[in-house]
């Protein structure tokens, strides 16, 4: 069974959608914070391993690795571009079982990364993606609520109806 794995390039990500652009101006840790939210919710859809990578030139220092929310997040090392972690990423995880995405709008990183086997993705198509994803979610939650019972004991019609009366202060 064939795993997919994306990998995206988080500053061009915020760059290219208006809502993390207007973010970023207000707040830039914010900004990815909440790009990263929405790879989570990506990654809990779609069940693909989802890698955010940074560039370091906002974070100087040593690669920094974390978690958050099930999505790996990576900060490159000083002097190493998001572009050139991702190619190496690309190399190191490509295999016959895994199919690799790239998310990106950078076109020169798009033909590399085709080049290497990988799966292209614009900003704007991961953007569309993530649409259907809150779609899904929006349809599970309200599936969820309406085969909720409203009350943990069940009740006939009839019965309830008289409860329901008796709430709004009728006899």
Do not use: C
Not at 12 to 19: M, R
Not at 27 to 52: C, P, T
Not at 100 to 129: K, N, P, Y
């Amino acid at each position: 069974m064939k795993k997919d794995v994306l990998l995206v390039d988080g500053y061009n990500i915020i760059g290219a959608w208006p809502e993390l652009q207007q973010l970023k101006q207000e707040d830039f840790a914010q900004a990815r914070d909440r790009l990263i939210e929405r790879m989570a919710e990506f990654q809990a859809n779609r069940g693909w391993r989802v890698i955010v990578i940074f560039d370091a030139h906002l974070v100087p220092g040593i690669e920094k690795r974390k978690k958050q929310y099930r999505v790996e997040v990576v900060f490159t090392r000083e002097n190493e571009t998001a572009d050139e972690r991702i190619e190496k990423l690309v190399s190191q995880l490509s295999n016959r079982l895994t199919q690799i995405h790239v998310a990106t709008s950078d076109l020169v990183e798009q033909w590399v990364v085709f080049a290497q086997g990988a799966l292209r993705i614009s900003a704007r198509e991961l953007e569309v993606a993530m649409k259907e994803v809150d779609r899904v979610i929006a349809q599970r939650l309200k599936d969820s609520l309406e085969q909720r019972p409203l009350s943990k004991i069940p009740l006939t019609d009839e019965v309830a109806a008289e409860f329901e009366k008796m709430r709004r202060g009728g006899k």
